[in-house]
């Protein structure tokens, strides 16, 4: 963040927050002193009330809508684009279609960014043993069967609320989405201890974990060669 006041310091930076939930992130960010001009969305008017009580604050502008649908000026840039745990709310009939998504979602973002712009990717990871996804295939599918069979077991798991669907990724799979859009930074990992239940499902490990992404600058050369 100081890194992108630092680039252009007679500027006010411009961050946009997709999922911004109750608002904790444009809040920690305020918090720090850094002078910037906020748009937080999310598809919860629950969250969003949340995120307006504790931001009473004339640069933040907060919208209920889709990631995929954004209200925006089409010219409209962002100096850094934040998503945290938004990904693996992006669900299709197939894991691959949630990748799919994901990927769409991710590639739209990029081209919000200003010029040396980042997108700040908070994600949760799950790694299993054996074939690293085997865990979040079975929670996938999982979640998939129960609301099915319109099964409600949240007083057995107090997580699984009816119609919870989420897919989450393993670490590498997060790393080479990312990969494709340009030079990626990984910020932080917090591990998480494993709940018991999830060792039957045979996972190694999960947690929270931030990259960010800056796209590639083209040389003039290859602008040249693409026009
Ligand atoms: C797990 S919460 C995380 C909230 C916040 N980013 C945080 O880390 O505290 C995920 C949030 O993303 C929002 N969300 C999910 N899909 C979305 C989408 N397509 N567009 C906008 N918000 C979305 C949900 O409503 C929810 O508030």
Not at 74 to 82: G, Q, R, S, T
Not at 108 to 127: P, T
Not at 139 to 163: A, H, M, Q, T
Not at 204 to 225: E, F, M, N, V
Request: glycine share 6%; aromatic share 8%; with cysteine.
């Amino acid at each position: 963040m100081n890194d992108i006041q630092r680039r252009d310091p007679d500027s006010r930076i411009k961050i946009l927050d997709i999922g911004c939930g109750d608002g904790s992130f444009i809040k920690n960010v305020l918090t720090a002193g850094i002078d910037a001009d906020f748009i937080g969305f999310d598809l919860s008017i629950n969250m969003l009330k949340m995120a307006k009580n504790s931001l009473d604050c004339s640069r933040v502008q907060l919208l209920a809508a889709d990631g995929f649908t954004m209200p925006l000026q089409p010219e409209a840039k962002f100096d850094l684009i934040h998503i945290d745990s938004v990904l693996h709310h992006l669900v299709g009939k197939t894991r691959t279609e949630c990748v799919y998504l994901m990927d769409l979602f991710c590639k739209q973002l990029m081209d919000r960014l200003s010029k040396n712009g980042s997108l700040l990717v908070e994600e949760v990871y799950y790694d299993s043993h054996l074939f690293p996804q085997i865990t979040s295939c079975m929670i996938f599918y999982g979640l998939k069967l129960l609301n099915f069979l319109r099964l409600d077991v949240s007083k057995i798991v107090v997580e699984l609320l009816p119609g919870l669907e989420v897919n989450f990724l393993h670490r590498k799979q997060i790393e080479e989405l990312f990969e494709q859009y340009g030079t990626i930074q990984l910020v932080k990992q917090t591990p998480w201890q494993v709940p018991r239940l999830y060792r039957f499902l045979l996972l190694k490990g999960l947690g929270h974990i931030s990259y960010t992404i800056t796209a590639l600058q083209q040389l003039p050369s290859q602008r040249t060669q693409a026009s």
